[in-house]
């Protein structure tokens, strides 16, 4: 709440002088029954046009100021809560950005995104609400009840019983609506969850044929959300008729009474109609109040929502004092790191010490959750170790700037992810200024050459939203190629050539040693046949390394390796290898 609150601060000014348009519009407003009750007893009645003419100029004036301090409100309202929604919204994307991958899980991507949408809008909403009634309603609601008194108070009962009976209505409306704010908003992100999820899956979906039973999934979210939703909205139609119900009642019981005290000569007739006007603003402030308290905890829903976001501090944080790395050889070292993933029990990594060093290949090879990911991952600083140290051209990675640190890396993902735009976009991800030239060379060293000139527009070719109009194989090549156009010290293959022919990956690797052959190479690979010239091997298992060595070394030391290698490569291979 107090972390949302501070994004109003630019904006006080406003609020201030929106305050003083909002008690120029209640003066005027309130003084106009006054004058209409002084038309009608001394112009009207009297028949005096000299009269009627001077306060009717005076009411014209009176009612023309009246517009122009509510429209000069709503503008500022409508600045106002446009701008702070802005801020909060840039706001929660700074964060979000920032974030690691363990508070992305945490608030997961769909809660995220109601969060900076739907949450912001609720504020937003409730920001104009209390812009233009909450200092207005109290004003109004206060000035209308001395003057209603000053003209009669013979009458007061009436907005006495009106205010009372609209209170039980209001208190009803509350106690029944208000615990059903927060699940709607819960109901609301299950909804986002269930259709980002399925819109990513939408063709394993299609291939298990499973439209009918996630239909019914979403049906169900759908189902949920819309019956809260139709129970606040019955709740609050209700809520409409019923205080137009009273307003009514009340005009009809104030003419009734007036009418008897008129007819006693206790009353002037314009003092019972001026009266029936300050009633009316007086059950309309009370509303207007009702209406603020129930939108303001519905607001303050969101508006925690929103804080919690933005007042999570990253895990990953750089250091206060970071330490310039003066050597740029980019050798990778790893000091007994063991890793656990937040939450988890088992540890990911154990143990491991290596070094990768500058001109060489490092590759990790192991089965399927062996952890070699999250062994590369701990090089960019994704995640931070558990224990041990990563360390680079001897300083920890703890201890340099995120952005000096990822300067110094190209990371190529397991999975190839592509952004909207063109290919040379892409490519430019990694640096801003590079030359067609040079876009050209790294996408001839990643092989993807062929299929970028097949293309009509060659680099300025589209690519579609997460680049779906490239197969996969050319994705991880364009991913290649955008990790090379950075020119980095340290490359990182996580698992980026397992969507390759064999002949596409020897001339990839190739390729690699001619023009990056300075660079440390770190190559994460499911395939032999990917990693059998690398100088050194390293071989995970389960978290620990099983082995290291070159090919040979690890055949005849490591049974972990032989029994990988045995089961990919035939005879000749092995034979080929050990030449
Ligand atoms: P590999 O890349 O070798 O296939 P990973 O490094 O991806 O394996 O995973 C190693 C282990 O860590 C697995 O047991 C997996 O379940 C676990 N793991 C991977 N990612 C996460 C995560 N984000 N949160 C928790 N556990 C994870
Ligand atoms: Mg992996």
């Known amino acids: 709440m107090k972390t949302v609150l501070r994004y109003y601060r630019p904006y006080v000014w406003l609020v201030i002088l929106n305050l003083i348009f909002l008690f120029g519009q209640a003066m005027c ?61 840039h706001a929660l994307f700074t964060r979000v950005i920032a974030f690691s991958a363990s508070e992305l899980e945490d608030f997961s991507t769909a809660s995220l995104i109601t969060r900076s949408t ?80 399925r819109l990513s899956g939408v063709l394993v979906i299609r291939a298990f044929n499973t439209q009918k039973t996630e239909e019914g999934r979403f049906d169900e979210a759908n189902r949920e959300l819309t019956k809260i939703n139709m129970f606040v909205n019955r709740a609050m139609s209700f809520m409409m008729p019923a205080l137009m119900f009273v307003m009514n009642g009340v005009s009809i019981l104030i003419v009734w009474a007036g009418a008897h005290l008129v007819e006693a000569d206790k009353l002037m007739i314009g003092d019972m109609l001026a009266y029936l006007q300050y009633a009316m603003h ?45 050597s740029h050889e980019g050798r990778v070292e790893f000091r007994n790191v063991s890793f656990a993933y937040p939450d988890a029990e088992e540890k990911a990594l154990e143990n491991v010490t290596f070094t990768a060093e500058p001109g060489r290949t490092t590759a990790v090879i192991g089965g399927t959750g062996s952890g070699k990911s999250t062994l590369v991952s701990l090089i960019p600083r994704f995640y931070d170790v558990t224990e041990g140290q990563v360390v680079i051209d001897g300083v920890d990675v703890r201890d340099m700037t995120q952005h000096d640190l990822r300067d110094r890396i190209g990371y190529v993902p397991q999975k190839g992810l592509l952004f909207s735009g063109t290919i040379a976009s892409n490519l430019r ?28 527009c060659g680099l300025d070719e589209e690519v579609a939203q997460g680049g779906t109009n490239v197969s996969g194989g050319q994705k991880q090549r364009l991913s290649i190629a955008r990790a090379l156009v950075k020119k980095p010290e ?62 040979q070394q690890l055949m005849e030391s490591c049974d972990v390796y032989r029994e990988i290698a045995l089961s990919q490569l035939s005879e000749e291979e092995l034979e080929r290898g050990r030449k």
């Open 29 to 89: 407003e309130l003084a106009l029954p006054g004058y209409m009750s002084d038309i009608i007893n001394n112009g009207i009645v009297p028949q005096d046009m000299g009269y009627i003419r001077k306060i009717g100029i005076i009411m014209i004036a009176v009612s023309a100021a009246t517009v122009c301090f509510s429209l000069a409100g709503s503008f500022i309202a409508a600045r106002v809560s446009a701008k702070s929604s802005r801020d909060i919204r």
């Open 118 to 197: 739907n949450d912001v809008q609720m504020v937003q909403q409730a920001t104009v609400m209390i812009l233009r009634l909450a200092c207005f309603a109290p004003m109004m609601g206060i000035g209308a009840i001395v003057r209603a008194l000053d003209t009669s108070v013979s009458l007061s009962w009436t907005i006495g019983l009106a205010l009372l009976v609209i209170l039980c209505i209001m208190a009803m409306a509350f106690f029944l609506v208000f615990p059903k704010f927060k699940v709607l908003q819960s109901k609301l992100d299950n909804l986002n969850l269930i259709m980002k999820e």
């Open 282 to 326: 007086v059950i309309m402030s009370f509303l207007f109040i009702t209406m603020i308290f129930i939108m303001i905890p519905r607001a303050a829903v969101s508006a925690q929502r929103i804080g919690r976001v933005i007042d999570t501090e990253p895990a990953i944080e750089d250091p206060e004092e970071p330490e310039t790395v003066s």
């Open 429 to 456: 991800y990694g640096g801003d200024e590079a030359t067609d030239e040079e876009l050209m060379e790294a996408v001839e060293t990643a092989q993807a050459k062929d299929f970028v000139m097949e293309k009509e």
């Open 490 to 551: 340290i490359y990182i293959f996580d698992d980026s050539f397992s969507a390759l022919d064999f002949k596409t990956d020897k001339a990839l690797r190739d390729a690699l040693a001619e023009k990056v052959g300075g660079s440390t190479i770190i190559i994460v690979a499911q395939r032999i046949n990917t990693i059998i010239d690398a100088d050194r091997i390293i071989v995970m298992d389960d978290g620990r390394i099983a082995g290291t060595g070159t090919h």
